[in-house]
Every structure is written in C-alpha cells, then in structure tokens.
C-alpha cells in the first residue's frame, strides 16, 4: 500500500525559505485536492495550504498566507511547498494528504519531513 513521501525539510535560519516536495510510494495523488499539513510539537495537526486539482485554486491558512506558495505537477504526481519569510513559529514536521481535512487518507500518512526555524 502507497504512501506519501515528504522531503526537502531541515535548518534554516528566520527570513530564510524552503521548498518541500511530495511523491507517493505507490498509487496516484493526480484525482485529489491536496493539502500541506504541519504538526508542531505539543500542537494538533494543522492544514497550513491546499490546491485543487481541478483548476489549481489555492488556499492557505492565516498563519502562512503571503509567504507559502503550494503547487502541483500532477504528470509527476509531486507536490511542492515553497515556504519564504521563515519564522521560528514555522518549526514542526509538515506532512502532505489530501485535503480539506475531511478527505484525509489516514493509510498513507507518511514520515513527513522536519522544518525547523532557528538562528
């Protein structure tokens, strides 16, 4: 059975950016809208952006809006988010799934992928 598979997290240093990625281990992500979640420690887990499949209309929570860019390449079925501006509040492991969070596929949770914020 597939799952997602998160990467592209790590150190940086507030005002700095990452780009996170997201493929699958098997099956395909093309048909759904897909969300970036991140789960800060003590924290629930969070949906920080959304994109739809059918026209790329995008979403984003409060906390991030104007600094987080989410898109899609779904011939790759490879989702992306650009985070600018980092602030320490950012830090968590951010995760990808289907979205809103209603629609969640809780076999396919994968590792995520550790963002932390810090100088």
């Known amino acids: 059975q597939g799952r997602f598979v998160e990467s592209g997290g790590g150190l940086a240093q507030p005002g700095g950016s990452l780009r996170l990625s997201c493929g699958t281990s098997?099956?395909?992500?093309?048909?759904?809208?897909m969300g970036w979640y991140r789960q800060a420690p003590g924290h629930e887990r969070e949906l920080v952006a959304s994109?739809?499949?059918?026209?790329?209309?995008?979403t984003y929570a409060d906390s991030v809006k104007g600094r987080c860019h989410i898109s899609r390449d779904n011939a790759k079925d490879t989702l992306y988010l650009q985070l600018n501006d980092l602030k320490p509040e950012d830090t968590a492991v951010y995760y990808c799934?289907?979205?809103?969070?209603?629609?969640?596929?809780?076999?396919?949770w994968g590792q995520g992928t550790q963002v932390t914020v810090s100088s």
């Open positions: 799934n289907a979205a809103p969070s209603a629609y969640v596929r809780n076999s396919f």
């Open positions: 098997g099956g395909t992500f093309s048909s759904y809208a």
């Open positions: 994109i739809r499949t059918s026209d790329g209309t995008t």
